[in-house]
């Protein structure tokens, strides 16, 4: 269990817990300072949901929670975390729809949200996120066309939305992409 003492660490910067036997929830604290920037809690048994606060400050880079069994949904204070480059929550039990925002965060370099239970749709928001090399999204439950804006993604290297209830056209405008 991560003690809910962390919760009062005001001057942490980073929490480092990865591959552990970690079980109970992320107490709701975590992160909620101004100079929280990274978390590593994956591969543990961790329950509960993700703590909403923890890109409320802006300087959130790393949110990499992996492997555990967390359940709910993304917070929507994340789709506005401008500072945050990898967002990886696979192989949990999260659920709802990935919020708009997060597509299109201008700095973030990976989205991995495979093997959840995922809904919604890629957001045409994902123009926006420049930076962006990597989704991983194989295994949810997202629907609707992979959106055109997707081709103006240039960074991108790695697309991986198998096994979802995705429909329509592969845009035209990916096989513009050179680096995928």
């Known amino acids: 269990e991560i003690p809910p003492e962390f919760g009062e660490f005001k001057n942490l910067v980073q ?3 990865y591959r552990n036997n970690l079980t109970g929830p ?3 604290k975590i ?7 990274y978390i590593d809690v994956s591969e543990n048994f961790l329950t509960g949901s993700i703590p909403p606060d923890m890109c409320n400050k802006g300087k959130m880079i790393d949110l990499l929670m992996l492997q555990n069994n967390l359940t709910g949904e993304i917070p929507e204070t994340y789709g506005t975390c401008s500072s945050l480059e990898r ?14 925002g997060i597509w299109g965060l201008p700095i973030v370099e990976i989205i991995d949200i495979e093997l959840n239970q995922f809904e919604g749709s ?14 991983f999204a194989r295994n949810n439950r997202l ?11 240039t960074s991108l290297v790695t697309i991986d939305l198998s096994e979802n ?3 329509g056209n592969i845009p035209e405008g990916i096989g513009e992409l050179k680096q995928l």
């Open 165 to 167: 209830q995705i429909s």
């Open 143 to 153: 629907t609707g066309e992979i959106p055109e804006e997707i081709s103006k993604t």
């Open 122 to 135: 890629v957001s045409s928001e994902i123009q926006n996120a420049k930076k962006l090399a990597t989704i």
């Open 31 to 37: 992160g909620s300072w101004t100079e929280f920037q």
């Open 15 to 17: 929490l480092s817990l």
């Open 87 to 100: 967002l990886r929550v696979s192989r949990n039990s999260l659920s709802g729809t990935v919020p708009s």
């Open 26 to 28: 992320i107490p709701q």
